[in-house]
């Protein structure tokens, strides 16, 4: 698979599930695994509820696409993204897809699209239904692209060590993981452990509980030996985690 500096990735927007202001922190996050070739938001534009959008489309080079609301209670917007996703997944032009709502409406195509070996980027409020976040590779909640770590009024605010301790879901993600790429000695590199954690949980994102990077949520917990080891020249470091039970 093409790495992220190489990888074609078409950027699809439910304007009605979808708020602009995570715009600029969306396509930051989405340049991380690749480029946006293709930007597409979807929502019936004659009317003034998608006002905000409008304002910042022409700025990021989104293209709207109109779809008119048909029957009210029905979303035709979905059926819109839908179809032009397969159009797309068949010019066999791309490496992935990034999928921005908070409709479970999208869990089949995101399913679809994995089976033809494309990675799936969701992107959806802490609201999205459980579905729609398991069928995509990674999924990253909304919130967390207008959080900032230590911030004055950050959206999510940073988990205690007690907390952590106490959220026995997560704290045994990071031990299956660590079992799962650790030596003989119990000591396992951390990118691989985060690796796989992400096929465990997709939706797992240290910035969920308020940590920027892994390493920083690990070592938060204290429930494990961390050590940097030099690499090469010794001038950058490669860090490594062992559960303390292994002592």
């Known amino acids: 698979m093409p790495d992220e500096y190489t990888s074609k990735l078409a950027v699809l927007i439910d304007a009605d599930n979808a708020q602009p202001a995570i715009i600029e922190d969306l396509l930051a996050e989405i340049a991380k695994y690749g480029t946006a070739s293709v930007k597409r ?109 230590d911030a004055a009024s950050p959206t999510i605010k940073r988990k205690t060590t007690q907390e952590l301790k106490q959220n026995t879901k997560l704290i045994s993600l990071i031990r299956n993981a660590v079992e799962a790429s650790s030596d003989d000695d119990g000591w396992a590199h951390l990118a691989p452990v985060g690796s796989n954690i992400a096929k465990q949980a997709p939706d797992f994102d240290p910035r969920n509980y308020g940590y920027a990077k892994l390493g920083e949520l690990v070592a938060a917990t204290k429930l494990f030996d961390i050590d940097a080891r030099p690499v090469g020249d010794g001038h950058s470091k490669a860090v490594y985690i062992r559960d303390k039970r292994k002592k």
């Open 41 to 149: 938001i979807y929502g019936d534009w004659t009317g003034t509820h998608l006002k905000g959008w409008k304002e910042v489309l022409l700025l990021h080079s989104i293209q709207p696409i109109q779809q008119f609301r048909y029957t009210v209670g029905k979303n035709a917007t979905d059926a819109a993204m839908i179809i032009d996703a397969m159009d797309l997944l068949y010019t066999e032009k791309f490496d992935g897809f990034c999928i921005v709502s908070s409709d479970s409406d999208f869990t089949k195509l995101a399913s679809r699209i994995r089976e033809s070996g494309l990675v799936v980027y969701g992107f959806g409020e802490k609201k999205t239904p459980e579905p729609f976040v398991s069928a995509c590779d990674k999924f990253i909640y909304t919130e967390v692209l207008v959080s900032k770590p």
